[in-house]
Nanobody, 123 residues
Framework: QVQLVESGGGLVQAGGSLRLSCAAS????????MGWFRQAPGKEREFVAA???????TYGESVKGRFTISRDNAKNTVYLQMNSLKPEDTAVYYC?????????????????WGQGTQVTVSS
């Protein structure tokens, strides 16, 4: 099981930016597929973005062109840069890891999850 700790959430005005970070345990982080998901109150969990070992990425439709996922293998960290934020982006954002997936489609079966970080976008 991979330990994941998210940080960087907070309150921001619409149109603003935030960068989320997720620090992961493990010596083979560079091989992990990493993902970001979010869940708003009363809604189902929604896929946001994922990145694999090679740096290939995929995004949910609602965030394409606004969010960017990246990774720093030297720091065992994955990031989610969120620009042009909207009130509908308000949610708890979760980091997830899959230690064996090579491809992103279909989405990996992420088996490890962080505790989440709250992002609130005011209008």
């Amino acid at each position: 099981q991979v330990q994941l700790v998210e940080s960087g959430g907070g309150l921001v005005q619409a149109g603003g930016s935030l960068r989320l970070s997720c620090a992961a345990s493990g010596r083979t982080f560079s091989r992990y597929a990493m993902g970001w998901f979010r869940q708003a109150p009363g809604k189902e969990r929604e896929f946001v973005a994922a990145i694999n070992w090679s740096g290939a990425s995929t995004y949910g439709e609602s965030v394409k062109g606004r969010f960017t996922i990246s990774r720093d293998n030297a720091k065992n960290t994955v990031y989610l840069q969120m620009n042009s934020l909207k009130p509908e982006d308000t949610a708890v954002y979760y980091c997830a890891a899959d230690t064996t997936a090579r491809r992103l489609l279909p989405l990996p079966d992420f088996g490890s999850w962080g505790q989440g970080t709250q992002v609130t976008v005011s209008s």
